[in-house]
């Protein structure tokens, strides 16, 4: 099949889209196969590769992650862009490639982006406390089901950032607020439960990230649908630690 | 035959006495270092999955200065972080007949009789410890509705020991380390370098004691030092280019601490996992794995004529081979991984595959209750393939997925180099020649969070030791080497990318060292790999400069070390002439195609010794005694 890849270039502080028509391709790729194919092609023609993230390519590691036809991770609900194959295309289709477009997230090079700050926001509170060994026995709180599934539901986060890339704000309340539901809903969590959310929005708002007006691009754009309830949850936790927990 | 025999290996620092008290015992005889004096010892961690992030957190709690370093963008990416099934644990919550002596049973089988008694019985005790950490730290395993625990049967067991967190337990369980290890970071405990790779180790004085890395987006080389350094950088599976592991997955730390003078154990023990996806075209980068807990509810079938070609939804029951429960009717679809995968193998090919059917189970559980537990795994294998497994049955076939294999440790995890310790998958040390589904969570968290921080503190209460630096003669060597090494790859500049060679290496390695050899494709294998390794570095093309991020660049590195260990496996599995475990010689066989073992002349870890590139390896035999569980041939049927 044949696509034409526009893909954005830079190497230093600008950068470009230049045009790639690609006619050897099989629905059956990944997008990030079709990225190989073009690489491919452009070493042994001398010239340099499209440099992106990638590792696990099974949509769990989070470590991909493109702007594919101005959509994060592509056109595709709840896919990674390394989950994304090539049967969701026309034949002939152009399809515009660009990094993630934020300002806490600056490009590294072509598609690579810095998100450390996501790094700094869990550093700030994302955590319980426990050192290795101080742990009661597993079974010594029992944690309802209904909780138990709602903290999964938070924690199958994946840290890409294509929350952050989607919103208008540039806002990475989704994924802040993804660990503090995680965290926030287990018992296991409730001690550091609204420190943890004031220090996470500090530090949030700390690394540039804009604020949330709840427009929900980003639970849309979540390849692990995480909901748009956990900021809602994160907001009731802040308006506490602001108000009446202020000591903790 | 291509190497020669040097000297067994006499200690491998196990305490005497029971078994059962031997961690106790080690624990009490290793020194301790006063907590006021840990902040002036360091200690290098590289890798940042389940064990090295784990290890790097309780360290750092521990008092130690910690440097962790990873390649990926950030230390909560490590590839741990795919593991779908699950982690074991001898609780015994179920009231089945659990107990830490049946996990340890159960795992030194399950290895083929190939592992060291004393560690996995160490392991076995340590897992009712990991749950309680993990579920502290916030795991969101799988609960009941009494909001107590789940636990489901996994491959090679019949009791249900292994806890989840639905089809992402890997993901659950490393984030709870990454969350630990970035609290370390805030406290300052941790000095973390994400997007640097270790591209070689510093021996001073016959003591690890730094690494040299690259800075993956300055291109930088530059040295870290420290009074210990600890490898957690995972397995080698790559070297089949096509595997379920990351594309980043590679085998250079613990192959350049190889060369620096620690032995590499039992090389050729890789494991194939029997339900991935199967290959769609030339273009695949990587493959899929389906969680094994599938075949918990999942039956595996053929079509009883190979050349069937209707739809598996119209082929009748009579039509159909249920050939894992007609062969091993004990345990039916739930067989060890090797026994799987060979059955699969011997059965179907890597075009048609085989199928992996759910229709029973819906049918018995509902749809709701199938989705609840591999939900997540149906979305996966419907993006990939286009198909809906709640329809139609799964296609499925075996990959490499994990290698057993690894750096020699002792009891204490330290390499035959002093002051470098290797945890995780890239040791050798508890799985033998087989490992068992949902034992890899485990070992990576014990080694982590209890084995290692248990132990460490021996070693280093001899230290700080002298100070190093970059003028020490030693590490200007290592650092040009590292250097120069770089520069070549760079210069080669010539007409095939490093993806050809990979894919070229690959397809050898899965041809004649993958699920079944012989001698015959061995050799053939060691005649081949020596030369396409030549051709590598006179034909690869890497674009670019080295003062920048260059991914092609660093995968020409990977690359260029997968060619030596490529080697060193073929040797290893050319030695050894017994089928036991994921390592299955055509020759070595009973008159049902079943494994056969030699005890008489095998009973031994084969650990190798570098001596150059391309010249022979010293083979060092540790001999396995087994105490406690009898050696008797593997039957699961």
């Known amino acids: 099949m044949k696509l034409t890849l526009r893909i954005w270039r830079q190497s230093g502080a600008t950068g470009r889209l230049v045009e790639y028509p690609m006619d050897d391709l099989s629905p059956d790729m990944s997008f990030l196969e079709a990225l190989d194919v073009l690489n491919e092609r452009l070493i042994t023609s001398g010239q340099e590769p499209v440099a992106f993230d990638h590792d696990c390519r099974e949509g769990i590691c989070g470590m991909c992650g493109m702007m594919i036809n101005g959509m994060a991770h592509g056109p595709e609900k709840a896919t990674t862009a390394c989950q994304l194959h090539l049967r969701h295309f026309r034949d002939g289709d152009v399809v515009t490639v660009e990094p993630w477009r934020a300002e806490p997230f600056p490009v590294v090079r072509d598609l690579v982006v810095d998100r450390s700050a996501f790094d700094r926001i869990v550093a700030a509170g994302g955590y319980i406390s426990v050192p290795t060994g101080s742990a009661p026995d597993a079974h010594a709180t029992p944690v309802p089901k209904p909780d138990a599934d709602t903290a999964f539901e938070a924690a199958a986060c994946i840290g890409c950032g294509a929350c952050v890339a989607a919103c208008p704000n540039g806002s990475a309340m989704l994924f802040t607020a993804a660990k503090a539901t995680h965290l926030g809903v287990l018992p296991q969590g409730q001690p550091e439960r609204y420190s943890r959310a004031r220090d996470m929005v500090a530090e949030h708002d700390a690394s540039g990230f804009g604020g949330c007006t709840n427009t929900g691009e980003c639970t849309s754009a979540c390849p692990k649908g995480i909901p748009l309830t956990t900021i809602a949850r994160l907001n009731a936790d802040l308006l506490r630690a602001h108000t009446t927990r202020s000591d903790r | ?637």
């Not at chain 2, 006499?10 to 006495?17: F, I, K, L, M, Y």
């Not at chain 2, 009891?411 to 290797?422: A, E, F, H, K, Q």
């Not at chain 2, 080697?567 to 066989?589: K, P, T």
Request: net charge negative; charged share 25%.
């Open chain 2, 1 to 637: 035959m291509p190497y020669t025999e040097g000297a067994p290996i006499a200690d491998q620092r196990v305490p005497a006495g029971p078994i059962e008290t031997r961690w106790d015992r080690r624990r009490f005889s290793a020194r301790l270092v006063n907590p006021a004096n840990r902040r002036n010892r360091s200690v290098i961690v590289v890798g940042t999955g389940l064990a090295g992030g784990s290890a790097a957190a309780t360290l750092a709690e521990l008092g130690y200065q910690v440097k962790s370093f990873c390649y990926q963008d950030s230390p909560r990416r490590a590839h741990s972080i795919a593991a779908q099934g699950g982690i074991n644990a001898a609780k015994n919550y179920r009231n089945d007949g659990d107990s830490v002596h049946r996990l340890f049973y159960d795992t030194v089988k399950g290895g083929d009789f190939r592992s060291r008694e004393s560690n996995v019985h160490r392991l076995a005790q340590i897992s009712v410890e990991i749950i309680d950490q993990c579920v502290a730290q916030g795991v969101p395993f799988a609960r009941e509705y009494g909001g107590l625990l789940d636990t489901r049967s996994f491959g090679g067991a019949q009791v249900s020991r292994t806890f989840y967190a639905r089809g992402q337990t890997g993901q659950q369980l490393l984030l709870g380390a990454y969350q630990a290890l970035e609290r370390q970071i805030a406290a300052g405990r941790v000095e973390m370098h994400p997007r640097t790779e270790m591209l070689d180790l510093i021996v001073v004085d016959g003591r690890a004691r730094g690494i040299v890395v690259r800075d993956l987006v300055s291109g930088a080389v530059s040295t870290h030092f420290a009074d210990a350094v600890v490898l957690a950088t995972g397995g080698y599976g790559n070297v089949f280019h096509l595997s379920t592991n990351a594309k980043g997955c590679n085998t250079t730390a613990i192959w350049r601490a190889h060369r620096r003078g620690a032995l590499f154990a039992n090389p050729c023990f890789t494991q194939i996992h029997p339900t991935c996806i199967p290959i769609s075209g030339d273009h695949q980068s990587k493959l899929t794995l389906m969680s094994e807990s599938l075949r918990n509810d999942g039956r595996v079938w053929v079509p009883r004529d190979p050349h069937d070609t209707r739809a598996p939804n119209d082929i009748p029951e009579a039509d159909r081979d249920y050939f894992l429960e007609r062969m091993y009717p004990a345990f039916g679809n739930l067989v060890p991984r090797d026994i799987a995968s060979r059955a699969a193998k011997n059965i179907s090919d890597e075009k048609r595959g085989v199928y992996l059917d759910f229709a029973d189970a819906i049918a018995r559980l509902g749809a709701l209750a199938v989705e609840q537990r591999y939900g997540n795994l149906f979305e996966m294998y419907q993006r990939i393939t286009g198909d809906d497994p709640y329809k139609t049955p799964m296609r499925i076939y075996p990959a490499v997925h994990y290698t057993m294999g690894g750096l020699w440790v002792d009891y204490d995890l330290r390499s035959t180099i002093p002051g470098l310790y290797v945890i995780g998958e890239a040791n050798f040390s508890d799985h033998g020649a087989n490992r068992l589904g949902a034992s890899a969570l485990m070992q990576g968290l014990a080694d982590g969070y209890f084995v290692l921080p248990g132990v460490i503190g021996d070693y280093l209460a001899d230290a700080p030791f002298d100070a190093v630096d970059d003028s020490h003669p030693v590490v200007a060597d290592t650092m040009s080497e590292v250097r120069g090494r770089v520069k070549t790859l760079l210069a080669v500049n010539g007409d095939r990318t490093v993806e050809s060679f990979h894919r070229e290496l690959g397809r050898l390695m899965w041809d004649e060292c993958g699920m079944e050899r012989d001698e015959a494709g061995l050799r053939k294998a060691l005649e081949r790999i020596p030369e396409l390794r030549d051709e590598f570095w006179q034909r690869v093309k890497v674009p670019g400069t080295g003062e920048a991020l260059n991914q092609e660049l660093e995968k020409a590195g990977r690359v260029a070390d997968f060619f030596e260990l490529a080697e060193l496996m073929c040797v290893d599995a050319l030695h050894r002439a017994e089928s036991c475990g994921g390592h299955f010689r055509s020759e070595s066989q009973t008159p049902d195609g079943e494994a056969l073992r030699d005890d008489a002349n095998f009973s031994y870890v084969a650990a190798w010794e570098y001596t150059g590139v391309g010249r022979p390896p010293v083979l060092h035999k540790e001999e396995l005694v087994f105490e406690h569980v009898t050696p008797s041939t593997r039957s699961y049927s």
